[in-house]
């Protein structure tokens, strides 16, 4: 599944937003270094139209698409040289698809913030350097090691120069996402900074609702996204039924929760999107990413569908829920029969025909 890393200082609410995500109880505590180990939390990509599907279908469950996320320890200024927890943490997230950012954006004098501060815009910079300086540890150790096998004809010279541009990239400071550096050789290193950002500012709730100040945090971390969540909300909105928490959250101005927001943006950030099967036993929504054609996103469900791929039966969820059921779909002509080269429409609802 999409994993998404979430990293951030200590003390800026990464904790108290996990244990929302997971309904878990993970260690919450107003001390630095308190998230030792790492922990997982999977959550499903809000989607109301698998509710309908099930409705049309009579599905007896509805499986959504879900996002996992990392929760690692706090990083702060030296991390990369083994202060606090050190780097060995940053491993954890190497293998993350993406990296959620948390920026304490709230404030409260009881609770220490390490920097002394409320400063997100120096804590967003305290966080890239570390990482870029983790990213520069990783290159370099590469490139010892690429010198050697390329000398010895075991690499490809250009795996190297992509080596050496993406290090000094990082010595000027730019993230590697940023530096124009072709990554894709590099791939195998899992670096840090060539992974997309998405920044979750955790604010007092008055700044839900405050425009100006939400622009100000937007134009820190611009063109990446930012969600804007009150965490410790977060948490209470999870022990809510859904009429309660739909009424919470409408208190605080927003009609979506932070860790919906935090779902869906993250599949946005990744370019994927769900395309929708639905039977009698469960509506269900499949990830794949935007341009995937048919058979390709057949074989999402099973390699067997995309190797015996023959046609895909493609109704867009609008015209089944205005039609109301397959076979009336079929009779008014909008239930296409798409060949191998289809390119998926998020919301597509699909039956596979395929070989075995
Ligand atoms: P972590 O070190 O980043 O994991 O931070 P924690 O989640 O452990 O939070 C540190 C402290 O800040 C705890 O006492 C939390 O209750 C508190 N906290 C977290 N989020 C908020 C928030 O949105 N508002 C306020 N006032 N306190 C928060």
Do not use: C
Not at 1 to 21: D, Q, R, Y
Request: proline share 4%; no cysteine.
């Amino acid at each position: 599944a999409l994993t998404i890393g979430i990293v951030g200082l200590p003390n800026v609410g990464k904790s108290t937003l996990f244990n929302a995500l997971t309904k878990n109880q993970v260690l919450a505590a107003n001390y630095p270094f308190a998230t030792i180990e790492p922990n997982i939390g999977v959550v499903n990509l809000p989607d109301p139209r698998l509710n309908t599907l099930a409705g049309i279908f009579g599905s007896e469950r509805i499986l959504p698409a879900a996002v996992s996320f990392v929760d690692i320890a706090g990083i702060v200024r030296g991390a990369s040289e083994g202060e606090g927890l050190g780097n060995k943490f940053l491993a954890n997230i190497r293998e993350a698809d993406a990296i959620a950012q948390v920026v304490r954006g709230f404030a409260d004098d009881d609770v220490v913030h390490v920097e002394g501060a409320v400063n997100p815009q120096n804590d967003l910079e305290t966080i890239n350097a570390e990482l870029q300086l983790a990213d520069l540890e990783t290159v370099e150790r590469a490139i010892a090691r690429y010198e050697k096998e390329v000398r010895g004809r075991k690499l490809d010279p250009s795996v190297l120069a992509a080596a050496v541009e993406a290090k000094d990239a990082l010595e000027r400071g730019v993230l590697l996402s940023a530096s124009g550096v072709d990554l894709e050789p590099l791939r195998e290193l899992g670096l840090l900074t060539a992974k997309p950002f998405i920044f979750v500012f955790n604010v007092d709730e008055a700044v839900l609702t405050d425009a100006a100040r939400k622009a100000e945090l937007e134009a820190l971390v611009a063109p990446a996204k930012a969600v804007f969540l009150d965490a410790k909300i977060e948490s209470e909105l999870i022990d809510l039924d859904p009429e309660d928490a739909a009424e919470l959250l409408a208190s605080t101005g927003q009609d979506e929760s932070g860790l919906d927001q935090l779902a869906r943006i993250g599949f946005d950030t990744l370019g994927l999107q769900t395309y929708l099967t639905a039977g009698p036993k469960e509506a269900r929504a499949w990830t794949i990413g935007k341009g995937w054609k048919a058979p390709q996103a057949a074989g999402v469900i099973h390699t067997d569908f995309e190797k015996g791929f023959i046609k895909a039966e493609v109704i867009s969820f609008d015209d089944l829920v205005e039609l109301g059921s397959v076979a009336e779909a079929r009779a008014k002509g909008k239930a296409r029969l798409e060949g191998k080269d289809y390119v998926m429409q998020d919301g597509d609802v699909v039956e596979f025909r395929f070989n075995v």
